[in-house]
């Protein structure tokens, strides 16, 4: 399933970008208004690995750029099991409101559009969420970010424990 809304494309190293969202900003000065792009930028290579950039420059591609360097320097690591995640969890981070829980094989990735962005770069095949706060997508690919962070750091205690 190809969503047109969100732009991909691949790098030379394996990495996936899809742009979330692109705000144009501008700032009055005393020589006339400054303008300039803040882009948000999800990176993964589809085997575990996804990482979220925002880029801001005076034009587009080169706050791309800046979002995509950012978000491969912020990589975090995913654990996959059988195309989808280990257990369900819910987080909330500011007014952003989050559920993603794990789901048989083939149902695909019934998400919204800011969390189906983090979870197909990341690889998961197969996963349901709900958002259930903010609409502000930003804040939603954040949030979803810090979940996937949380859940990879219960599934390793979990895993040592054993």
């Known amino acids: 399933m190809n969503d047109s809304r969100f ?3 691949k790098s030379p190293d394996g990495f996936e970008e899809k742009i979330v ?8 000065t005393k020589g006339g208004n400054k303008i300039g792009f803040s882009v ?7 085997k575990g690995k ?3 950039g925002l880029g801001k420059a005076p034009d587009i591609s080169a706050a791309i750029k800046k ?3 950012i978000g491969k320097k912020h990589l975090i690591t995913v654990p996959i099991i059988n195309g989808t995640i280990p257990f369900e969890f819910n987080i909330e981070l500011g007014a952003a409101k989050i559920m993603i829980k794990p789901a048989p ?3 695909g990735v019934i998400a919204g559009g800011a969390v189906r962005s983090v979870v197909a770069a ?3 095949e197969n996963i349901s969420s709900k958002v259930l706060g903010t609409k502000n997508q930003a804040s939603n690919v954040y949030a979803t970010i810090t979940a996937l962070k949380r859940m ?3 599934y390793n205690k979990e895993r040592k424990i054993k």
């Open 40 to 46: 948000l930028v999800v990176v993964g290579d589809k």
């Open 7 to 9: 732009s991909k494309a």
């Open 21 to 28: 969202q692109v705000n144009r900003v501008s700032k009055k």
């Open 50 to 52: 996804v990482g979220v």
């Open 122 to 124: 990341a690889g998961i």
């Open 105 to 107: 094989r083939g149902s």
């Open 67 to 69: 979002g995509v360097s």
């Open 152 to 154: 990879t750091e219960r």
